[in-house]
């Protein structure tokens, strides 16, 4: 059995146009759908073989449109006209020539007869249409609502933690609270709020000053009234700077303040505290009477 080419070149004769290197299952497929007719030829893809007509070749020729022809159905046979006679009597000669003829009904055996003399169309039944519906792959998972709800969730903390960072230091009341314990070497970082001696009422316009000392003696001159929080822990360095021991850092700070002032000072303090420049920190909340 000869093996046919994957590929041929196809050439439409009507239209005079060659198509090069279609694969076999193409044409094929356009044979079968009729683009292609018997006239049209075809050949092995670069070769220089004679073209071929598509109803002769030995396997194309297969998936030609085949015509069907009409099924004739035969006409029934008429029923036989008799006289008038009273049913199951056979005609008779003396029955007169100017005898009403009527045909006779036809009994059942009557119409099985002629029907079976020859072969009957049967028309097929109309099927009915059904309707598919579209399956739904459900093998993929929804990502959608997951990303809403940490899309909810993320936006939740990120607001609780800039609230948190303007919310100032609330702490209860307490009583019966006994008081801390001295320390000469002690400093303390104290965070306050210096209001305007003209309006002392209005809160924009008061401002933040550091000021760090060295047990229950004031602050020095240099180390008062700072501006700035790295000014607060420069000063901090220089007391450290002449500690024969690691002393107990205290942070006081205002209780209207953010706790950020707190914070800032203490993420200074911690790399502090692992080097062993430091012993401990604190935090306190102090209210300093206005003026």
């Not at 759908?33 to 292609?36: A, I, Q, S, T």
């Given at each position: 059995?000869?093996r ?10 009507t239209?005079n ?7 076999y299952n193409?044409?094929a497929?356009?044979t079968q759908?009729?683009?292609?007719a ?7 893809a670069?070769?220089?073989?004679p ?26 046979a ?7 006679r009273?049913p ?15 045909a006779?009904?036809?009994?059942p055996?009557?119409v099985s007869d ?7 169309a049967e028309?097929?039944e ?23 709800i940490?899309m909810?969730?993320l936006?939740?903390?990120?607001m ?16 019966y ?5 001295t320390?000469?070497e ?6 306050d ?12 316009l ?6 760090v ?7 020095r ?20 700077a002449?500690?024969t021991?690691p002393?107990?850092?205290r942070?006081a ?5 953010p ?8 993420a200074?303090?911690?790399?502090r ?7 401990a920190?604190v935090a306190?909340?102090v209210e300093?009477?206005?003026?």
């Open positions: 059995m000869a046919t080419a994957k590929t041929f070149d196809v050439w439409f004769v239209a146009t060659v198509y090069k290197g279609v694969p193409v044409v497929n356009w759908e009729g683009r292609l018997a006239t049209d030829k075809v050949r092995p670069g070769t220089t073989n073209w071929v007509d598509v109803g002769s070749h030995e396997f194309l020729s297969d998936y030609l449109p085949r015509k069907t022809k009409a099924r004739v159905v035969p006409a029934a008429a029923p036989e006209v008799v006289p008038d009273p199951g009597r056979s005609p008779q000669a003396t029955d007169p020539p100017g005898a009403s003829l009527t006779a009904p036809a009994t055996s009557d002629v029907t079976s003399e020859g072969p009957v028309l097929p109309p099927e009915v249409p059904t309707l598919r519906t579209k399956e739904v792959d459900d093998e993929d998972v929804d990502m959608v609502p997951l990303i809403d940490s909810v969730l936006v939740f903390f990120i609780m933690r800039a609230a948190g960072a303007l919310a100032p230091i609330d702490v209860p009341e307490m009583r609270a006994g008081e801390l314990k320390d000469p002690a400093i303390t970082i104290t965070i709020k210096v209001y305007d001696p003209m309006n002392p009422d209005r809160e924009e008061t401002t933040v000053k550091y000021s000392r060295r047990g229950a003696s004031p602050p001159p240099e180390h008062d009234k700072l501006e700035t929080p790295e000014q607060a822990i420069a000063a901090l360095d220089e007391l450290l002449n500690q021991r002393p107990e850092v942070i700070c205002h209780k209207s303040l706790n950020g002032r707190v914070l800032e000072i203490q200074e303090l911690e790399p505290q692992k080097k062993g420049y430091i012993n920190y306190t909340v300093a009477p206005k003026p």
